[in-house]
């Protein structure tokens, strides 16, 4: 500890001076002049107290509060110990007016991208009540399909399901008579036509009578279907087609009742009686029953038929027109999903924006608040103070009358206030650049 106060006081006596002159040949005579000022002053203020520490304390704060006056007065040197935050404050509030501009852009984008979100949200809502309003009101929206297309469709497929069944019940025993079944004399000419238990028979007979009197009714039926597809395109080569189809269901036809014909002219035929040809068939009713039984409901099957699959078309279009507009509507969720998406990613910077905005005021309000005080050198003061510790040091080792311990425990007790003071103001003898501010 003795070693520290002489060090303190050979330094501040006798070294330092001539250092700083060394270090910064621009001190001129005046800081030598406030160097003995402090110098003194501490030597006096020492005499006064006889070196007590708890008034060393006191005027050391008083002290810090003169040098503070003083660096006040210099308005060369505030100003320019104060530039570099002028600058800072400059440059945060360009920075402020670029992230207001930055702002203002996000706001419009998020603004634009709501807009479109409502206008996709019109969009689908629209689509939605075209949905619902096509099956009424398709000519509203171009298209040329006919209203109740669908109670139509469901009449026609009513009445086209009993005439199938007719048809399929009606080939089946009229071609099992036809072709494999033997006619009894004792039975009524209808039941040797049309034979109830005719399908079981065939299959009985056999497997191939049974599929030939199954799948022969498809024939038919594949016959009408052929002429509807040739019916919807309208053309010579198409109608020739048609006619040629209907002629061949017509020759069929009456091949069936030909053949039963035959059958039942064998049965009543007698020595005298001549042989089966074309012109007794077609003298006979009962050829031309079989005939029409079967052809006529065809054709009447085929009409119907026909109908409904126009029916069906037109319901085609209402779906179609429906399913694309359900389309439609996914890809306008889709969108609203991307431009959500977008929006997400605009609002986070847009927040990033304004924190860094927030950020930049507070850093502007921090640097008028360094801009409006007083800045006091830290290394400067640690210097005056030290001259006015060394007064005091001076005072208490060569003028005070007291033993040798005493003057040590008292040169101690001083030097630990005096860096109490360095702490308690923020001072600090190794700090070249730092500043203290405080707001006057």
């Given amino acids: 500890m003795i070693a520290q106060i002489e060090e303190l006081f050979r330094s501040k006596t006798d070294s330092q001076p001539q250092n700083n002159q060394i270090q910064n040949p621009s001190i001129d005579d005046g800081d030598d002049v406030r160097k003995r000022t402090y110098h003194e002053a501490g030597f006096r203020d020492g005499s006064r107290n006889s070196g007590s520490p708890l008034a060393l304390s006191i005027c050391l704060n008083a002290i810090y509060a003169r040098f503070q006056n003083e660096e006040k007065e210099l308005i060369e040197k505030q100003q320019l110990a104060k530039e570099p935050y002028i ?9 402020i007016k670029t992230l207001a501009i930055s702002k203002e852009n996000k706001e419009q984008q998020i603004n634009k991208l709501e807009s479109d979100i409502r206008t996709v949200k019109d969009n689908i809502e629209e689509l939605k009540f075209e949905i619902n309003d096509l099956p009424r009101n398709p000519e509203k929206y171009h298209i040329s399909a006919s209203k109740g297309a669908s109670s139509k469709f469901w009449i026609g497929l009513i009445i086209l399901i009993p005439l199938s069944l ?6 089946i025993s009229t071609s099992y008579s036809a072709f494999f079944k033997p006619f009894d004399a004792n039975s009524t000419i209808i039941m040797n036509v049309l034979d109830s238990k005719a399908f079981e028979k065939a299959w009985h007979d056999g497997s191939l009578e049974g599929a030939f009197v199954t799948f022969i009714p498809f024939v038919f039926l594949g016959l009408g279907y052929l002429i509807h597809m040739f019916g919807e395109v309208k053309s010579i080569g198409n109608y020739i087609k048609i006619a040629a189809l209907l002629l061949t269901t017509f020759v069929f036809d009456a091949i069936l009742a030909y053949q039963i014909e035959e059958k039942i002219y064998e049965l009543t035929k007698t020595f005298n009686t001549p042989d089966f040809n074309l012109p007794i068939a077609f003298g006979r009713i009962q050829f031309w029953g079989i005939i029409f039984a079967g052809f006529v409901v065809y054709l009447i099957w085929g009409v119907v038929f026909d109908f409904i699959m126009k029916e069906h078309r037109e319901k085609d279009k209402i779906k179609h027109e429906q399913l ?3 389309k439609d509507i996914q890809i306008h969720q889709d969108r609203i999903s991307d431009i959500e998406i977008q ?4 609002t986070e910077e847009l927040n990033k924006f304004k924190t860094d905005s927030i950020a930049a005021q507070e850093r502007v309000k921090a640097l008028q608040n360094i801009i409006d005080a007083v800045i006091i050198p830290t290394k400067e003061y640690v210097l005056y103070a030290s001259e006015y510790m060394k007064g005091w040091i001076t005072f208490v080792s060569e003028k005070l009358h007291i033993s040798m311990h005493e003057k040590i425990v008292l040169q101690t007790e001083c030097i630990t206030c005096y860096h109490e003071n360095l702490k308690s103001v923020g001072a600090s003898e190794d700090s070249q650049n730092s500043v203290y501010v405080t707001t006057l």
């Fill in 166 to 171: 007719y048809l399929f019940t009606f080939y």
């Fill in 87 to 95: 600058n800072e404050q400059k440059t945060k509030e360009t920075e």
């Fill in 343 to 346: 929006k997400a990613k605009l």
């Fill in 324 to 326: 694309r507009r359900k």
